[in-house]
């Protein structure tokens, strides 16, 4: 059993997904490519990945509350 953690569950939301990091990197000012970008540390990465968690929790507190 793979125990990958970036498999997108819904095959039908990797295109989203793909185009809500590239929004991301950009507003943080990441110089994220589309394929390998193993020229960027972790902190950079990390830090992709984390404000997209952020971005999408406070979506989703918003909808709970009828916003």
Request: hydrophobic share 35%.
């Amino acid at each position: 059993m793979s125990t990958a953690s970036n498999k997108t569950n819904v095959p039908e939301a990797k295109e989203a997904m793909n185009r809500f990091k590239m929004e991301v990197a950009g507003e943080l000012g990441v110089p994220l490519t589309e394929g390998y970008n193993g020229n960027l540390t972790s902190a950079q990465n990390g830090s992709v990945g984390g404000y997209m968690v952020k971005k999408m929790i406070e979506a989703q507190e918003k909808q709970m509350a009828g916003k």
